[in-house]
């Protein structure tokens, strides 16, 4: 195994790797392997993309069987073809863990289908299929593709054969002109509620891809107790002004939009207790969810390095990981539930069912094209703009400008949260007779038939087989909706 002081690294590279790693929970004296690694450059791309292109280089220094390598390709290549015009270096990368992949492709295939009759997504293909498409190498694209289906990897795998660099180029276009335009909605419609006295946080957005984001909160999707643990590794303080906490990277989630801690540390015990991870089962003592100290609690997490992120094995310490999974907890137990803890709840409930509800009927139905068209499904299923708050209510709000509609997921998922007795409206910005914009209020037009919650309950159920191989590799109890016995 490699060890950081016996490669071949300038005394000034293993500065900056030992500067980035001091704060880290990880051990990365010794020997290591692609695993760490895989954490390594995770600190490294975030940081200084040379480094990350200098460890990539020495991959083959680091030991690691069949599995790891994947694990390890598919990091390495989702993120070298993101960062593609950073670097010359970087295409010549690509080219080389591209013909690992597909060299390693028939044994990859037969080591998971040893404990599993379905294969789960290979981001790795999937990304090196989308580099092939750009470079108009159609032969190459075609055959990937047809390779990857036939072997039976997950992935719409017809419609990735038929892209090429001017679809992309199309698409990408396309996309940044609707992205514009419904940054400028959303500026208006903003205004209009802090206008009307409520408060707003923006829900399940990317700090990367809108402005506004520099100035107000964000709800995650499943992630919870971010009002006292926040995602960039900040325990926040509510005394502290937006200016301070944007001057640090970082802003509170309002206590009005989250559960308290008292239930967030009640959650985390039933995480503990019936759903244990690789950590508990290993060291319980070590777990968050210890049950000794909260593990909401300031003075505990103020220590850890929470964005210390690996996809593919447990690390100690991923405070962002319990609040994932306690999350998801919170989507199955109806205990504690007053009106806020309820719309919190179900919105992450009906979530889930959204995410969960595309692996589940490509599972029972393989037509991925014929699902694609029936069931439209998009990067941010069902995702809708703002959650407000006022007088004790929570109101989902979703922007809409000129004459466009609701996407059928935002229809099943603002028409489930209205089933389930919570407000949600449509925010519509458009042109008045004088040429100006103004903010028109409307009702949503719902016309599609809704899951019943026998419907959404069979769904959350459902584990692909593929992710249970992982989780149990992992070591981690999957989360399945059941009774919480306390």
Request: net charge positive; with cysteine.
């Amino acid at each position: 195994m490699a060890n950081l002081r016996n490669l071949d690294l300038s005394q000034t590279e293993l500065d900056e790797i030992y500067r980035l790693i001091k704060p880290s929970p990880v051990d990365f004296s010794g020997n290591l392997d692609l695993d760490k690694l895989t954490q390594l450059l995770i600190l490294c791309y975030r940081n200084n993309i040379d480094l990350f292109i200098t460890l990539v280089k020495l991959r083959g220094k680091f030991k690691g069987d069949i599995i790891k390598k994947h694990f390890f390709n598919s990091y390495c290549m989702k993120n070298l073809i993101e960062s593609i015009d950073r670097d010359l270096e970087i295409p010549i990368l690509i080219e080389a863990i591209g013909e690992e992949v597909l060299k390693n492709l028939n044994s990859t295939t037969k080591i998971i289908k040893i404990e599993s009759a379905a294969l789960p997504r290979n981001i790795a293909l999937e990304s090196y299929a989308k580099y092939l498409a750009q470079s108009d190498r159609k032969s190459e694209l075609i055959a990937l593709c047809k390779k990857a289906k036939n072997l039976g990897w997950r992935g719409d795998w017809d419609k990735y054969s038929k892209l090429n660099a001017v679809i992309i180029q199309s698409n990408k276009e396309k996309y940044n002109l609707i992205r514009e335009q419904g940054d400028t909605a959303e500026r208006i419609v903003l205004e209009w509620l802090e206008s009307h006295g409520y408060n707003v946080v923006l829900f399940g957005k990317s700090r990367t891809k809108n402005p506004l984001l520099s100035k107000v909160p964000i709800l995650p999707d499943i992630m919870v107790g971010t009002s006292i643990i926040s995602h960039g590794n900040a325990i926040t303080d509510l005394e502290c002004s937006n200016s301070e906490l944007v001057k640090s990277g970082h802003l509170p989630l309002p206590k009005a939009f989250d559960f308290d801690a008292h239930e967030l540390n009640r959650l985390s015990k039933v995480c503990g207790k019936l759903f244990p991870c690789a950590l508990y089962r290993s060291d319980a003592s070590k777990a968050p969810c210890n049950g000794i100290t909260p593990i909401f609690n300031e003075n505990k997490s103020g220590s850890l390095r929470l964005d210390v992120l690996s996809e593919f094995k447990p690390c100690e310490l991923q405070i962002n990981v319990c609040q994932h999974r306690i999350g998801e907890i919170a989507a199955i137990t109806d205990e504690g539930l007053n009106a806020k803890n309820k719309f919190l709840r179900d919105n992450i409930r009906i979530g889930i069912y959204i995410k969960k509800f595309q692996i589940y009927i490509n599972y029972y139905n393989q037509n991925f094209s014929e699902n694609r068209k029936k069931y439209k499904f998009n990067s941010h299923p069902g995702r809708y703009d703002f959650v407000a708050y006022k007088d004790g209510h929570i109101t989902a709000v979703e922007v809409k400008s000129g004459g466009s509609t609701l996407d059928y997921w935002q229809k099943i998922r603002i028409g489930s949260l209205i089933k389930m007795g919570h407000k949600a409206i449509i925010l519509r910005v458009v042109k008045s007779t004088n040429g100006t914009l103004q903010v028109l209020l409307e009702k949503p037009d719902i016309n599609v038939d809704l899951p019943s919650e026998e419907e959404i309950q069979k769904v959350l159920d459902f584990i692909h087989p593929s992710e249970m191989v992982l989780s149990e590799n992992k070591g981690n109890t999957p989360i399945r909706s059941r009774p919480i016995d306390q």
